[in-house]
Every structure is written in structure tokens, then in C-alpha cells.
């Protein structure tokens, strides 16, 4: 044994005990820090696409995608996501919901701030256009599901949304071993999630018209006489012209406040028609103002554009 101590120091290597001792406090320290990784718990994040949630639900439970014409409990559907990917992942805990929707440049609504106010919630906003329509949300669900799997933050991902775009982003949170879980609400009618989307994901789940009903509730709109006939306590007389006109310049104030003189630049040459998602959300805000339905009053919903129309041309 000396003579294989001082072959050992003669050939400048370490002693066989010394190697023997190195690989012995190598192995302690590996298993200390498997212990510490088996202690540590899985954690999963949900992603929800608010677009596509309040379109699903509202067109599920109550026949319209147009969300000005429901209210959408988001707290308590939010909190209805995390109990079941509670049961899901049991063994995981929630880093948090993601909440991603569109707005006017990207200044939160009111209801977008009390979302963002809930624990566990992080809203994330993108753009609307001129035709209520959401861009940029995508790539913001992509950059954070490809950061927080490539940091090792989530071992989970339910993403709660249909557009074919979001398959970039499953692929990349894919490729960093993260598992993604697609949830999609219950179609009224055909399908309403991307089939390589479908194709994408490593699992899939449907909510149903019984899960979504307590969270959407249609606004109240009162009949005006003459419609719908023979519900006596439904109807009441329609507003006066000047009501009405005033409400369309009150609404077009509003929509300049938000929009910008670009905007109405844009809008002016085509005087005195207002494009269809412009016309069609000026009714409904109408609607909600005066707490009556303008449909079928023709002549009405001419001066409610008149009326919109005079206040941006006023201020020209």
C-alpha cells in the first residue's frame, strides 16, 4: 500500500483514498440535491385569451359574441379555472393566471383593473383596432409561456384559448419540456378552437354550458312599444328625437376622446355613412344609455347618427 502511495505522489496524481473521498462527498452532495428537487413542487400557470373567452362564452350562453351585450363574472370564472386546474395538477402549486386582452392603446378599462387587481392575476394587454379587434395578444401569450419554460418556472401550461397562432407559441413552451394543456369552451355551434392547435397540445378539455352559465348574465334591455307585442309590462313610449341625438353626440364625444382626430380624419370622408363595427357600436351604447332597444325605429337610429355625426363635424 506505501509503495502504491509513493507511486502515486511520484506521478503527481492523487492518492486512490483521496480520489475514493472526492467521489464519496460527490455522491452526498448529489443526493442532498435530489432530496431538494423532490421536495420542490411542480408549478403550473394559466393562460387565458380573454378575446376568445368572452366570444365562446357570451356566443354559448347567450347567443351573441358582442361582449357589451353580457356581463362576464371574470373574478369568478378566474377563480373557477384555478380550482380546476387544482384537482388537475394535483401535486403542482399556481405560479399565477395570465390574463390577456385588448385594449385602446393599451390603457385598462375599468374592468380590466379590477381584474388586475386579483391575487394571483397578471393582466397583459394588447391593441384594439378600429374594428374591435385584438392584435399583439399572441405574441405576448408566446414570450411569456417561451420565458417561463425555458427559465423552468412552470412544468404546466392551460392555455385557455382556439386561434391557430398560439401553436408557436405551444411549440416553443413544448421544446423546453414544458407540458401544454389546451381548454376551450364548449362550441355553440361547429368548433371553436384551431384543429392544429388541437393537434398541438398534449392534452385537451371542454368546459360546457353548465360550467360557463354562472359567470355570464345578459344586460337587461327594455322593449319599446310596438315590440314585443302582448308583454304588457316590457314595453314603455321610445325617446324623443332630441333624446336620441343627443345620446349619438354624447357617444361620438366619447368615441373621439378614445379614438383621436386621426382617427376621425379617417372617419370624416364618409359622411354621412359610418362603417358597420363603428354603426353597430354606436347602437348598442345607445341602447345602453337610453336602457331601450332601438331596433326597428329606423327613423331613431338615423338621428342617433345624425347626432354622432354633428358633434365630430363640430369640433372639425
Not at 117 to 140: F, M, Y
Not at 235 to 254: H, K, L, Y
Amino acid at each position: 500500500m506505501n509503495d502504491a502511495r509513493m507511486n502515486d505522489s511520484e506521478n503527481g496524481s492523487p492518492p486512490a483514498q483521496d480520489i475514493a473521498a472526492r467521489l464519496d462527498r460527490t455522491n452526498a452532495l448529489l443526493e442532498r440535491m435530489l432530496a431538494e428537487v423532490a421536495k420542490t413542487p411542480s408549478t403550473h400557470a394559466i393562460f387565458v385569451d380573454a378575446g376568445y373567452v368572452y366570444a365562446a362564452a357570451g356566443l354559448l350562453v347567450t347567443g351573441t359574441e358582442d361582449r357589451r351585450a353580457f356581463d362576464l363574472d371574470a373574478e369568478g370564472l378566474i377563480d373557477a379555472f384555478i380550482d380546476k386546474a387544482r384537482t388537475i395538477f394535483a401535486d403542482s402549486r399556481l405560479l399565477r393566471v395570465y390574463w390577456y386582452d385588448g385594449a385602446r392603446r393599451r390603457i385598462h378599462t375599468a374592468e380590466q383593473q379590477s381584474i388586475a387587481g386579483l391575487p394571483d392575476v397578471k393582466v397583459r394587454l394588447g391593441n384594439l383596432n378600429a374594428s374591435n379587434q385584438q392584435k399583439g395578444v399572441d405574441s405576448l401569450i408566446r414570450g411569456d409561456l417561451e420565458s417561463l419554460a425555458r427559465h423552468r418556472a412552470i412544468s404546466d401550461a392551460a392555455l385557455v384559448g382556439g386561434d391557430e397562432d398560439l401553436v408557436s407559441a405551444v411549440e416553443a413552451a413544448q421544446g423546453y419540456g414544458a407540458r401544454v394543456h389546451l381548454w376551450g369552451i364548449e362550441a355553440a355551434d361547429g368548433g371553436n378552437q384551431a384543429e392544429p392547435l388541437l393537434w398541438e397540445v398534449d392534452s385537451q378539455r371542454t368546459f360546457d354550458l353548465d360550467f360557463c352559465r354562472p359567470y355570464v348574465t345578459r344586460r337587461p334591455v327594455t322593449m319599446y312599444e310596438g315590440e314585443g307585442a302582448g308583454d304588457a309590462d316590457a314595453q314603455q313610449p321610445p325617446p324623443s328625437r332630441d333624446e336620441v341625438r343627443f345620446v349619438g353626440a354624447q357617444i361620438a364625444a366619447a368615441w373621439l376622446a378614445e379614438r383621436g382626430r386621426d382617427a376621425m380624419t379617417e372617419l370624416l370622408p364618409g359622411h354621412p355613412y359610418l362603417p358597420g363595427p363603428i354603426d353597430q357600436d354606436l347602437l348598442i351604447e345607445a341602447e345602453r344609455v337610453l336602457r331601450g332597444s332601438l331596433r326597428g325605429h329606423a327613423q331613431l337610429r338615423r338621428v342617433l347618427r345624425d347626432g354622432f355625426w354633428q358633434h365630430l363635424r363640430s369640433v372639425t
